[in-house]
């Protein structure tokens, strides 16, 4: 099990390296902050000045102690003198409850902003970190991460942290006071404090473990539930509805103990405060009311002591409470400072430069890499593609075919070797006008849950007229299907396009390629899993949009490769044939046997040879 912290010694320095990462965005409002704390002190004065009043018209107008009272207030009549006290407990605690109001505005203000802030932070750095990270990372545990935990920290700054540090400043001003009046009423009152200590010390342990689990578990549920809900139609066809729901009740379970478990445990030391807060206040009484007779003490002088003792020892009981806020606030911390801190692998070089508008040579050499360490996905890639080139990469599923891809797209670097793009190495551009310029068409597109034209205008990147919308379309072979939906381009598509076709899914991610105008394209499969009509309508859109840009195809479908100038077939990450595809048949090797396959299982026409047609 991981190091969690046992209790508030160790949340403590935890909980301030949360706010030493966060405070590059907590300085930008420390105008506010100052005020905030200016407001938070003079509620404590208030706070000092409550009981006084009281003890005025206990002492002096009750009974007339004979004492010195403060100057100004000399000369009164007892009546007067009610009449002022009456007034001044009104005032002290209007001004109070206004400081109150203003502090707590203001913390809640900042820390508010701040962790928006820190939201969006987060957000636009986990769409940089790289695909290996993501790769590794469960999708529903960053979700958790940027919309939970930030929200956590969000209630958890306004209802714990802000009232823990106020509490503080009250304890202490209170306790000095206290001493300042009797320091042996004072430390009688503090007699207990070392069984607080103990129990707290106990309590607050386990409520901040079992603070700390909860949290996890909550982001264990939103992975369990955010992937069964992303694979719906896996889950119910392979009926594993039942597998994950157990698991989600499971953890939803024993979520709800510990939540129980964390409640009782807080209750419990709160109510054990209470007994010994009980406890202090009878010894104060005890041995104050005995100063009061012997005249040493007067009994408004007692009544604030009992005040300030109960306000003293307040936040001593609400420790525990703030203990396992504190700890869940440190726990949700570091969970989003984790993530702030990972560096993407991928990112730019300090001297990447933008690149201009390429002409399309690429070129891979000698490249090696690996997904993990000690593994090898592609071993001695090594080709080159004119602008304007064809290359088809074929060959059976999990050799590397889209790996090659991933590294063109500079999605993952070689660990050896280079990939260029018009003679210069991909890590010398920056990643945004790399990638800007290759159009990438996937086996299954993916469609976002907005309008045909927003998904049409995602891929271009700037501002486009619904013309240039409409001509990407008409390329795509799409605009016929589109303009009989019900709203035409504005029709809205359900989450991943599952009211379209599959055919019809990849005309508008062939749109969407087009509208980017790349001098570079990448086909993944494009074609597999359609049926034969709208096979041949997206061989017919990807020819056209090829057309003049250098295109990588990976496929199966070898009338695709019959129609590039090179063919590489791939076999466990190397490429073992190449050749124009019409060299490859004569040599007879692998891609010929796998050429004939196809032939013979009525795919495609053998007399084709070399010159057959993407479209039929
Ligand atoms: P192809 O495109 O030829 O089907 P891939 O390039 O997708 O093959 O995969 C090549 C190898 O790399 C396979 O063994 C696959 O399991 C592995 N691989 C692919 N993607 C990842 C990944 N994200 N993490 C780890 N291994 C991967």
Sequence with gaps: MAKRPKQLQETLPRFTNVVRHLWPYIRQHKGKLALSFLALFAEVA????EPWP???VLDYVIADSGGQIIPWLQGLSPMALLNVAAISLVVIVGLRALSAYLSTIGFALVGNRVLTEVRGRLYDHLQKLSLSYHGKARSGDLTVRVVGDIGKLQEITVTAVMPFVGNIFILLAMLAVMFFFNWQLALLALVTLPLFW???????RNITAVSRDQRKREGAMASTASESIGAIKVVQALSLEDVFSQNFSGENAKSLKEGVRAKRLAARLERSADLLIAVSTALVLWLGARLVISGSLTAGELVVFITYLKNAFKPVRDFAKYTGRLARATAAGERVIDVLEEEPEIRDLPEARPASPFR???RFEEVAFGYEPGSRALD?????VE????????GPSGNGKSTIANLLLRLYDPQEGQVMVDGRDVREYTLESLRSQVSVVLQDSFLFAASVRENIVFGAGREVSDGEVEAAARLANAHGFIQAMPQGYDTVLSERGSSLSGGQRQRIAIARAAIREAPILVLDEPTTGLDEENEQQVNDALEKLSEGRTTFVITHDLRFAARSDEVLYIENGRVAERGPHADLLRVGGRYA???QLQAATGRLDPREGGHGALTR
Excluded: K, N, Q, T
């Design 54 to 56: 009281l003890a005025i």
């Design 46 to 49: 208030f706070r000092l000045l």
């Design 387 to 394: 602008p304007g080139g064809r290359v088809a990469l074929v």
């Design 198 to 204: 103990l129990l707290s010390v106990r309590l607050s």
């Design 360 to 362: 399309g040579r690429v």
């Design 593 to 595: 046997a796998l050429y």
């Design 380 to 384: 001695g890639i090594d080709f080159e």
